[in-house]
């Protein structure tokens, strides 16, 4: 039995992130725009005001994944314990399948830069990470989907690729992956590997979620700032990890230069199509989209 | 995994991200870039891989810290000005929550304690007003106030009575009328400097969770913080009697009266508590 399988994780279908300025239309709006909406964790974790009534409204309407950005799952500093309970409180009131966090650190010494900073890529890191997502999803109790960030470093005692690094960390913690497509692209373009080499590494069976996003060109790098349309290239490797993975929840993250909410239903359409007609062409059995490679 | 060698990494990595100035135009930190760091195949060195993340901090935190201080911003001269402010505060404090909403929380000390701007009276309020809006959007919620157990008491259990208010409130005073200048503010209307005049504000989230702001009497902002502090309603009107010069409490009686009805109005007031054995 597959992990999707054995911890019956759903196919939520093409979503969107939520973000504030679409609250009010959404609250306003028929249910089924889109099919399920993501929110970034931390909006919503204080212990009262207008968030907290807002998310119980949208509750009504959509299946809500928490994703957050503070775990700081590579961190040195200790897990804060404050955080993680509030986190978990989160994800029992939305009762989420999953829940949603990055490969990365966010700050040390108590200082937290509000970035998703790359990990060196070690055995030692590598250990580091499993036994700090364990502890997690002991705590939390509902599979946590670790997600590949957009990188713009790499340090020299990375000894591990990154795709082998995040798969051995979903095999060994038994977790999930959130595979971003486009945070493949991003990292692809400035570290010159193979983003579909990438893809192919990853176990098909762990990924319980897809992001898709745009990106700018900076010139001598790809900055990953989900402000645009999800890009040709992207949505190519997206089919190729369809390809692998099968029919997995998709969402679309749309965080800076935010349109009118109809663009970002259209993009999630447009994720619909792309998905339809990739799985179609499909043969399982052929793919990996069922079971591990 | 203890600290070791990825702490010393991240330590290294969090210095360089939140400096003001490029990595590069530090020796020592460029020369540990390129000691921890890869130069990227497109031609960027190790100290440019870093400033990616440095100027995201910034780009990060300064807008994030001009939206919730609107009245700063304007009082210190304008977003030009403010962004001097945001980048002291944040070399001074760098940020030690994951909660961005709580970026600001040591803004106002900062304002008050640091050159220029200390001694800026307009800027210390704008600051604290700000401030308070940031606290009350998203304090605790609590069940609504039952005025049910206000009938069920004798009266002489009011003396003991201890009132909770609710946790979103803020009771300040200031120097400059703050809480008009931001909403002109909101209301995108082009403010004029105002002038100093002694003003006492309560900022609250109201029950359809909009934030709010109302000036009050001297003598209720007492009352107000003393029962927010736990004071017994009696004891807390002694006091606030005693500093008015109104003699006994008995005299502030039936303003005491007035204010609390409007209290419980508004939602400031969400619970009474009477000694158990009334």
């Known amino acids: 039995m597959g992990y999707r399988e054995q911890h019956e994780v759903p196919d939520l279908g093409v979503g969107v992130g939520l973000r504030r300025p679409h609250v009010a239309q959404v609250l306003s709006g028929a249910p089924g725009a889109v099919d399920w909406m993501e929110i970034i964790s931390e909006n919503y974790l204080a212990e009262g005001g207008i968030q907290r009534v807002h998310l119980e409204a949208v509750r009504q309407k959509y299946r809500v994944v928490p994703h957050g950005v503070s775990l700081s799952i590579g961190g040195a500093d200790a897990i804060d314990k404050a955080y993680l309970a509030r986190l978990s409180d989160l994800v029992r009131r939305l009762d989420a399948p999953w829940f949603s966090d990055h490969l990365c650190w966010t700050g040390i010494g108590g200082i937290d830069v509000h970035d998703l900073l790359p990990m060196p890529y070690t055995e030692r890191t590598l250990a580091h990470v499993v036994e700090r997502v364990k502890r997690v999803q002991g705590e939390v109790r509902v599979p946590l989907a670790l997600e590949n960030a957009s990188t713009y470093l790499e340090f020299r005692e990375s000894e591990i690729p990154e795709h082998e690094f995040i798969a051995e960390v979903a095999e060994r913690a038994d977790c999930g992956i959130l595979l971003d497509v486009n945070n493949v692209f991003v990292s692809a373009y400035n570290h010159g590997f193979d983003a579909n080499a990438y893809i192919d590494a990853i176990p098909p069976d762990r990924v319980l979620q897809i992001h898709l996003a745009g990106h700018e060109d900076k010139g001598s790098y790809l900055l990953d700032t989900h402000s645009d349309h999800v890009r040709a290239d992207v949505w190519d490797l997206y089919r190729r990890a369809l390809r692998r993975c099968g029919s997995v929840s998709t969402l679309i993250e749309w965080d800076q230069s935010i349109p009118a909410w109809s663009v970002l239903v259209a993009e999630a359409h447009k994720a619909r199509a792309v998905r339809t007609s990739t799985l179609a062409t499909c043969i399982p059995g052929e793919s990996a989209w069922t079971t591990g490679p | ?278």
Request: charged share 25%.
């Open chain 2, 1 to 278: 995994m203890d600290d070791g060698s990825l702490g010393a990494l991240q330590r290294l990595v969090v210095t360089a991200v939140t400096r003001g100035v490029p990595v590069g135009d530090d020796v020592g930190l460029a020369a540990d870039a390129d000691r921890l760091v890869t130069p990227s195949h497109r031609g960027m060195s190790p100290a440019a891989r870093l400033d990616v993340y440095r100027e995201q901090f910034w780009l990060r935190h300064v807008p994030s810290l001009e939206e919730d201080f609107p009245t700063l911003s304007w009082a210190v001269g304008g977003p030009s000005r403010f962004r001097d402010l945001a980048v002291d505060y944040l070399s001074t404090c760098p940020p030690r929550t994951w909660d961005l909403q709580r970026l600001g929380e040591g803004l106002p000390a900062h304002v008050d304690a640091r050159a220029p701007w200390n001694g800026d009276r307009l800027a210390s309020d704008a600051a604290r007003i700000d401030w308070a809006f940031m606290e009350a959007f998203d304090a605790a919620d609590v069940p609504p106030f039952d005025p049910r157990v206000l009938s069920a008491a004798p009266e002489d259990a009011w003396p003991l009575a201890t009132i909770v208010i609710h946790p979103s409130v803020r009771a300040m005073a200031f120097a400059h009328p703050v809480h008009e200048l931001r909403q002109a503010l909101k209301d995108g209307s082009d403010p004029r400097l105002p002038a100093a005049a002694r003003t006492n504000v309560v900022v609250w989230r109201d029950a359809t969770c909009h934030l709010r702001s109302r000036a009050i009497e001297a003598d209720a902002l007492a009352l107000l913080t003393a029962l927010a502090e736990g004071a017994p309603l009696g004891q807390a009107c002694d006091a606030v009697a005693r500093a008015s010069g109104a003699g006994d409490a008995s005299e502030l009686a039936p303003r005491v009266s007035s204010w609390f009805r409007s209290w419980t109005e508004d939602g400031w007031v969400c619970a009474v508590r009477f000694p158990p054995h009334y």
